[in-house]
Structures are given as structure tokens and as C-alpha cells.
Nanobody, 124 residues
């Protein structure tokens, strides 16, 4: 059973930066595709970014392209989301997800394991 624990959320002013981390335990992390999703109050959860396991190909939502970067450290079993130029509309609970097929995807239902989420609040 894979367990995912997110950290790094918090309160930041607009224009600031945060780096989220997601530490995995169990399973074979290096073979999983990893993704980040977010859910704002009253809204559905949405895709943010994902990274494949082998070629480390990444995909991002249009709303975060050029501002957010996903990366992974297989030795540390950790995936990161570097968030720059944050906006109030980035405020949400951010979730880490793992997919036991190694190809990154934007589709939420294709991820097998989920963390509990970490709150990111961007003040204007």
C-alpha cells in the first residue's frame, strides 16, 4: 500500500512562492507517475501538474504553465511542486497522487493513491 504525505502549504502573499513536497512510502515510487491536483472551496478537484516516471515528461494545466514546476527525486521518494508568482485564485487544498502506470495523465480517476492534502492560501 502506497502512502503519500504532503507538506509545504501555508499562507503567502500574491506574487510569492511556495514549494510543496509529497513523500511516498510503500510501493515502488520510481515506477509511478505522480500528479498534483487542487480543490478550491465549492469547486471540483482539478488537475495541476504531473510527471512520468521514466523520461520525467511533465504536463501542466494551462492555468499554471510558466508559474508552477513539478519535479521528482526518486532516491528520496518525493515529488515537488514549485509554485511561483502565486495568485489568489491558486488558493486551494493541494493533493498529491500516484499512478501505478508510469505515464503522466491529467485524468483524476487514473490515479490509484492520494494524500490527505495541504492547504495553500494566497492573499491579495
Amino acid at each position: 500500500q502506497v502512502q503519500l504525505v504532503e507538506s509545504g502549504g501555508g499562507l503567502v502573499q500574491a506574487g510569492g512562492s511556495l514549494r510543496l513536497s509529497c513523500a511516498a512510502s510503500g510501493g515502488t515510487f520510481s515506477m509511478y507517475a505522480m500528479g498534483w491536483f487542487r480543490q478550491a472551496p465549492g469547486q471540483e478537484r482539478e488537475f495541476v501538474a504531473a510527471i512520468s516516471w521514466s523520461d520525467r515528461k511533465t504536463i501542466q494545466a494551462d492555468s499554471v504553465k510558466g508559474r508552477f514546476t513539478i519535479s521528482r527525486d526518486n532516491a528520496k521518494k518525493t515529488v515537488y511542486l514549485q509554485m511561483n508568482s502565486l495568485k489568489p485564485e491558486d488558493t486551494a487544498v493541494y493533493y498529491c497522487a500516484a499512478r501505478d502506470v508510469g505515464i503522466a495523465t491529467i485524468r483524476e480517476y487514473e490515479y490509484n493513491y492520494w494524500g490527505q492534502g495541504t492547504q495553500v492560501t494566497v492573499s491579495s
